[in-house]
C-alpha cells in the first residue's frame, strides 16, 4: 500500500463544503485547487439537486460529473443528465399519496429539474423567495417550479 496515490477526493457539500450558512468559503476554494495543482481529481455529491450545486463549478473548476440526489442523477457541469435511477411511472402516484397521507411535503425530480408543488412548504428552495421575471419561467428561460401542476389531472 506504500505505492498508492490518492487520484479523486470526493465531497459531500452542505456542512463539508459550504458552511451551515451555505457559504463556499475561500479556504475551500483553495484546498481544491491545491488538490488540482497535485493532480487529483475533485468530484461532489449531495442529495441537492444539480442546479443547488452549480454555484460551486466555477469557483472550484470541477471538471468531473456531479453527483445529485444522492446519486440519483449524475450530470455534467453543464447540467446535462449523464446518468439517473429514476422511480418506476406506475408507482410514481402511489409513493406521493402515501406521502401525502403522512402530511409530507412532496418534492419531484425530473432530471435535474426540481419540482416543488408546495411553495409555501418546509425547506424549499432558496430561488422561490426571489422574483420571477417572466410568469412561468426563471431569468433563464426554464420552467418555474411554482407553475408545475399536480401531474395526475393531466
Known sequence: ???????????????TLVTQEKVLTTR??????????AGILFAVTSGRPPMGMAMLIAPLDIQSPISAFNG?????????VLEERLIPDGIVLDVVDLMKSFELSVWIYIGADWYVPDPKG????????????????DEH???DPRRVEDRRRE
Do not use: F, N, T, W
Open 1 to 15: 500500500m506504500a505505492d498508492a496515490k490518492v487520484s479523486l477526493m470526493l465531497a459531500d457539500v452542505d456542512g
Open 72 to 80: 440519483g442523477v449524475i450530470v455534467d457541469g453543464d447540467m446535462k
Open 28 to 37: 475551500a476554494v483553495e484546498a481544491v485547487h491545491a488538490l488540482h495543482e
Open 122 to 137: 418546509p425547506r424549499r428552495p432558496r430561488s422561490l423567495d426571489r422574483e420571477i421575471p417572466a410568469e412561468g419561467h
Open 141 to 143: 428561460g426554464k420552467s
